[in-house]
């Protein structure tokens, strides 16, 4: 769900006026999560790509992955991840190729252009980020780090994923 910055979702299904006095966990929670879609759809067109061609640009920072890796990660059907492919392709940003061993497995991997503009993308998204913690005392900051962290790592880590 995308709400509209300076609102939330409130108990009742109605927007709620932002009131940082007030404001319980989730709804902090979505505030947060509707500035950094903002931030990341308004660098993701700067840079002439989708938000979902960015992310896929920043996964493949990490090294080749498979299709159904990808897939998974995306949370989509294969054949999505294909379309997707496909444009990224005919960019020249990604390619794909075979698993060497494996004729039925794929990966894909960044290009020359596609890591570059990855690591571009990167690097502006993570200044913009930056700044929204900037103002935030150094201790702040790190408890803010590892709180996050440890969200993160419990829901990778649940068996119930999907409910996490």
């Known amino acids: 769900?995308?709400?509209a910055v300076g609102?939330?979702?409130a108990p009742d299904g109605r927007h709620a006026g932002f009131d940082g006095a007030n404001m319980d966990v989730a709804t902090g929670l979505v505030q947060?999560?509707?500035l950094?879609?903002?931030?990341y759809t308004r660098i993701s067109e700067r840079h002439d790509l989708t938000p979902v061609q960015a992310k896929l640009l920043c996964v493949l920072l990490g090294g080749p992955r498979g299709m159904a890796e990808l897939a998974r990660s995306f949370g989509v059907?294969?054949?999505a991840l294909t379309g997707l492919m496909n444009r990224a392709e005919r960019r020249g940003l990604a390619q794909r190729s075979s698993v060497p061993g494996d004729r039925r497995a794929v990966q894909v991997t960044?290009?020359?252009t596609g890591r570059q503009a990855a690591i571009a993308f990167h690097s502006e998204v993570s200044?913009?980020?930056g700044r929204l913690?900037?103002?935030l005392a150094p201790d702040d900051r790190e408890h803010l780090r590892s709180t996050l962290a440890a969200i993160i790592t419990r829901c990778r880590t649940s068996p119930h994923r999907d409910t996490c």
């Open 77 to 79: 059907e294969k054949a």
């Open 127 to 129: 200044a913009e980020l």
């Open 7 to 9: 609102q939330g979702c």
């Open 32 to 34: 947060l999560t509707s």
């Open 110 to 112: 960044l290009t020359d």
């Open 36 to 39: 950094v879609q903002g931030i």
């Open 1 to 3: 769900m995308t709400v």
């Open 133 to 135: 913690t900037s103002q």
